[in-house]
């Protein structure tokens, strides 16, 4: 009996392709359902204070959620009309959706229980002005009702708002402040969950980093792999809260029917390892293998398709073991490898481990790391980058993604 050894291992490799592209399609949630969300950022006020981080967060949050598989509907520093533009254009695209999506970062007031959010060229001089110049929530949210199951709203616009005090005083309106009114949740397909960046009547913080603190706490914790979307918001109040000491608190009303995971991957899916170079056609064969050679560029081009999805370093630099680190992630970004190794996981290293287990613990105890463990570690992740894919790193995928580097530079 014989075979022919091009065909046998092309048919491998077409093989481990296929199980490529189901852990694909399992990575891709967009593949089951439609998402659709909009995004707003205003931080160019024209008559007040400009903020500095409102556009930057919007920004963030639009690429986190394109990764999620969302079709995103943006806007940043945008006036009454050009608002009113987008909302339009989301109304349109939205029906129909499994999951819309609302985050609106910037000034927003409440005005007798009524919340509004304000656009850059909002003056509020007089009490025409809320219904001329602002943007009522109401208005959004019946715009993403339409036609969908599951309704996700995120309000970082608690910030103390100088044109609350102006329309206060200005023209006569009591009840104008600037920390929004609880938001009452209609009954309605899957529910809704409204998360906002301070608990109702409360301020928030600007933050003095990129991003604000509530945002910052979402973009890290939306999407983790096989956490709810009830349990990622119960992670970014912690963090909020341990980050402002105590001072602001995110509230969240949820009514959902069903659970709700933006990032489900599954844990039996095959590891997929390993270079999809094609074999080399052997002399005289180049008709015979024409059929091979274009399925090898076929699994070329899925394998390729996969590593698009690994998460992207913030620095093309090298990386060195004890150099402060640009992960692009915010929970870890500006740490060095050694310093990482010897800190508290993010996550757990075992799916399913009670917190109890590794909480509080720290990573060299847990996995004995060192300097010789980890550059063996590294040159793994480096020599089957797709693998970077498959699992969650208790420190997060980004640091495995820079230990991959770190091994390409020669573990310095």
Partial sequence: MSFAPTAFFGGMLRAAVFAALALLLTLTAASAER??????????????????????????????????????????????????VTVAQFAKQVRGADIALFFYAGHGLQVSGKNYLLPVDAALEDETSLDFEAVSVDFVLRQMSRETSIRLVFLDACRDNPLADVLAKSAGIKGASSGLAEIPIENG???????????????????SGD???????????????????????????SDVFKTTAGKQRPWINVSLTTEVVLHKVDLNAPLI??????????????????????????????????????????????????????????????????????????????????????????????HEWNETRLCEQAKNFAANDVSVLRLQHPLGTRFKVALARWAQGGCK
Avoid at 42 to 55: E, I
Avoid at 193 to 206: G, K, M, T
């Fill in 273 to 366: 390892v390993g270079d999809a170079s094609a074999p080399q056609a052997e002399a005289g064969s180049e008709t015979r293998n024409t059929g091979a050679a274009s399925g090898q560029a076929d699994d070329q081009l899925a394998l390729n398709a996969l590593r698009e999805k690994i998460p992207k370093l913030a620095t093309d630099g090298p990386i060195l073991f004890d150099r402060p680190v640009k992960f692009g992630d915010p929970a870890i970004d500006g740490k060095s490898i050694a310093q990482l190794i010897k800190s508290e996981p993010l996550f757990s290293p075992v799916e399913g481990l009670d917190k109890s287990v590794w909480q509080g613990k720290h990573c060299d105890g847990c």
């Fill in 189 to 207: 397909g899957a529910g809704t969950l409204v998360a906002f960046a301070a608990s109702p009547n409360q301020l928030a913080y600007d933050g």
């Fill in 35 to 84: 998402r659709v969300a909009l995004i707003l950022g205003n931080s160019q006020y024209q008559h007040a204070a400009p903020l500095a981080n409102p556009a930057r967060d919007a920004q963030a949050m639009a690429e986190r959620l394109k990764d999620l598989g969302f079709e995103v509907v943006s806007g940043f520093d945008l006036t009454k009309q050009q608002t009113q």
């Fill in 211 to 237: 991003h604000s603190p509530f945002t910052t706490a979402l973009l890290q914790h939306i999407g983790e792999s096989n956490v709810s979307i009830t349990e990622a918001m119960n992670r970014v109040t």
